[in-house]
């Protein structure tokens, strides 16, 4: 007997119908594990060769989709009528060994012109590696089929968040990001030794550092972005920062122009939340036309310095005005270097709050409000 059918279709709702239809239809999403060069139950039979696919091409790869095609032989091709795709996240030699693995994935798709899209944020996760393998299959009157050996298997890695991704993500967090409130000063805590350091070793200049891997695994500055990492979130009640932190006792303020202005450009960059109720927004701020802001231009959503609902910069009275979101923790990145003589360096009076840290922190796929349809 055939795999029970799911309602689930390879397009999506937001796609083009023409792409939907021309590129891929869905008949069934089975798992399975394969063994063998062909199926040994299922009601598949084994009778007259098929073409086996090969020289297959992947193209068109976004985080949770792509485009694959393969060479046949013209050879009993007119039979096929339907592709078997078997899709399986690459085993990370450094994963947990304990750790209960993915089911392998296989997908059944009628027999449509190639290249067909594979589109599915249920079984597709962005920035990770798959593999894939293919079979042609000829459905036969009693519902069983006839398939080819498998074949040869193949490697990709999807894609980051586009912009229209991440657009979908700062939607939601103008949801919960509240009413604003005044700021004066961006600052960055480190330890001591890290800011002899940067006397020391960088001329009194802290310099630019690669992202981590924190937050959304889509993101598209993960592991790539250069930037200095700042926060600028206030105490409602003393319009002040917070005296705890947790990421070194020594403080590094420094006043909010110097670093946003109207000579700077303001970016989205991500939203997300650690299995806790706290939200983070990071954003990212470039000076105009730096390398930074090339960077953030192609892959991040821009910000209104003057009216977003996250952190704004306005003049009033000749004077430059500075707001942030109060129900959000934001995460500020400077793209460039910032020498520390234009702020101060003080040892701050509370606590070293290393719970909090969001250092390399994995966001929480289950959470409704910074999620989005597609894969984590």
């Known amino acids: 007997m055939e795999a029970p059918r799911l309602a689930h279709t390879m397009g999506s709702p937001t796609s083009p119908c023409e792409e939907?239809?021309?590129?891929?239809?869905?008949?069934?999403?089975?798992?399975?594990?394969?063994?063998?060069?062909?199926?040994?139950?299922?009601?598949?039979?084994?009778?007259?060769e098929l073409p086996v696919p090969h020289n297959i091409k992947i193209s068109n790869i976004t985080c949770d989709s792509f485009k694959i095609s393969w060479d046949m032989d013209s050879k009993s091709k007119d039979r096929i009528t339907h592709y078997f795709i078997d899709l399986n996240k690459k085993e990370n030699k450094n994963s947990n060994k304990f750790k209960h693995k993915d089911v392998p994935t296989k997908l059944v798709a009628k027999a449509v012109p190639l290249p067909m899209t594979v589109r599915g944020h249920w079984f597709l996760s962005p920035r990770t590696e798959y593999t894939v393998a293919v079979q042609t299959a000829s459905k036969q009157v009693d519902g069983d089929y006839v398939v080819s050996e498998w074949s040869e298997i193949i490697e990709f890695c999807t894609a980051d968040y586009s912009k229209v991704h991440l657009t979908q993500l700062l939607e939601k967090a103008e949801v919960i990001?509240?009413?604003?409130?005044?700021?004066?000063?961006?600052?960055?805590?480190?330890?001591?030794?890290?800011?002899?350091?940067?006397r020391e070793h960088h001329g009194n200049a802290?310099?630019?550092?690669?992202?981590d891997n924190s937050g959304s695994h889509g993101s598209p500055i993960s592991g790539k972005l250069e930037g200095i990492f700042f926060s600028c979130n206030t105490e409602f009640n003393t319009g002040k920062p917070p005296q705890d932190s947790p990421y070194g006792r020594y403080r590094y303020e420094i006043a909010a122009e110097k670093l946003f202005n109207p000579n700077t450009n303001l970016y989205f960059g991500d939203f997300y939340c650690m299995y806790t109720a706290y939200h983070?927004?990071?954003?990212?701020?470039?000076?105009?036309?730096?390398p930074g802001d090339e960077f953030c231009k192609q892959r991040l959503p821009q910000l209104n310095?003057?009216?977003?609902?996250?952190?704004t910069c306005d003049e009033e009275d000749g004077v430059m005005v500075y707001h942030h979101a109060q129900d959000v923790i934001l995460e500020v990145i400077y793209t460039d270097p910032v020498d520390l003589a234009l702020g101060t360096v003080a040892e701050i009076t509370g606590h070293q709050l290393m719970s909090l840290s969001t250092a390399n922190a994995k966001k929480d796929p289950s959470?409704?409000?910074?999620?989005?349809?597609?894969?984590?």
């Open 305 to 311: 310095i003057k009216d977003n609902k996250f952190l």
């Open 177 to 198: 990001a509240g009413r604003m409130l005044k700021l004066s000063v961006f600052y960055r805590n480190q330890h001591k030794e890290y800011f002899d350091y940067v």
């Open 367 to 376: 959470c409704k409000t910074c999620n989005i349809s597609v894969g984590r």
């Open 20 to 48: 939907v239809i021309k590129n891929l239809s869905l008949e069934a999403i089975q798992l399975c594990d394969r063994d063998g060069n062909k199926s040994q139950d299922s009601g598949i039979a084994e009778m007259e």
């Open 280 to 290: 983070y927004v990071i954003l990212v701020i470039a000076p105009v036309g730096s």
């Open 206 to 211: 802290m310099q630019p550092s690669v992202k």
